[in-house]
C-alpha cells in the first residue's frame, strides 16, 4: 500500500475515532501489505488489521487498543496483551503502552513510586510490579527499582 493511500485511510479512521464513530470510517487494512510503514504514534484504536503484514513496521507509539490483529503478522518483539488493568503493547522490544501511558522499557524500569502514583495512583502502584513482571515475561529479566522490591510486591 502506498502512502498516500494509507495517510487517507488514517485520517478518516481518525474522524471516525474522534467523532465516536458518527462520520469519516474505520481503517480497513485487513490484508494490507504495511512492510515498513511509518505508524508511529498512529491512532488505530479499532482497525481492521487482520492479516496485516506490519512486519518492519514502526508502531512505536501505536495505539492498537481494540484493534482487530488475527493473523496479522507484527513486527518483531510486538505483543498485544490482552486480560490486565490496563492495555498493554509492547512495540519492537523497546516501547511499552500501559493505559494511556508510553514509554520505552527502560523509563518503565526506572520510575520512581512518585511517578507511577502521578499516573493513575493507587491503582497504578498496584499495577506496576505486575507490569514489570509483564515486560520481564517477553523481554526478559531486567532492574526493579529499589522501592518495588523494598515494598515486597515483586
Given at each position: ?26 481503517a480497513d487494512l485487513c490484508g494490507a501489505d504495511l512492510r515498513g510503514a511509518d505508524l508511529r504514534d498512529a491512532d488505530l484504536r479499532g482497525a481492521d488489521l487482520c492479516g496485516a503484514d506490519l512486519c518492519g513496521a514502526d508502531l512505536r507509539g501505536a495505539d492498537l487498543r481494540g484493534a ?87
Amino acid at each position: 500500500m502506498n502512502s498516500a493511500d494509507l495517510s487517507k485511510i488514517l485520517e478518516e479512521h481518525k474522524v471516525w475515532i474522534t467523532s465516536m464513530r458518527e462520520s469519516g470510517s474505520r481503517a480497513d487494512l485487513c490484508g494490507a501489505d504495511l512492510r515498513g510503514a511509518d505508524l508511529r504514534d498512529a491512532d488505530l484504536r479499532g482497525a481492521d488489521l487482520c492479516g496485516a503484514d506490519l512486519c518492519g513496521a514502526d508502531l512505536r507509539g501505536a495505539d492498537l487498543r481494540g484493534a482487530d490483529l488475527r493473523d496479522a503478522d507484527l513486527p518483531d518483539l510486538t505483543f498485544v496483551i490482552l486480560g490486565e488493568k490496563y492495555f498493554i503493547s509492547i512495540t519492537n522490544g523497546e516501547y511499552v503502552r500501559a493505559g494511556c501511558q508510553n514509554h520505552t522499557v527502560e523509563e518503565w524500569r526506572k520510575y520512581s513510586k512518585h511517578e507511577i502514583a502521578e499516573m493513575d495512583g493507587r491503582k497504578a502502584l498496584k499495577f506496576y510490579p505486575r507490569l514489570l513482571s509483564i515486560i520481564d515475561f517477553y523481554l526478559g529479566a531486567g532492574e526493579w527499582p529499589d522501592w518495588v522490591k523494598n515494598d515486597g510486591e515483586e
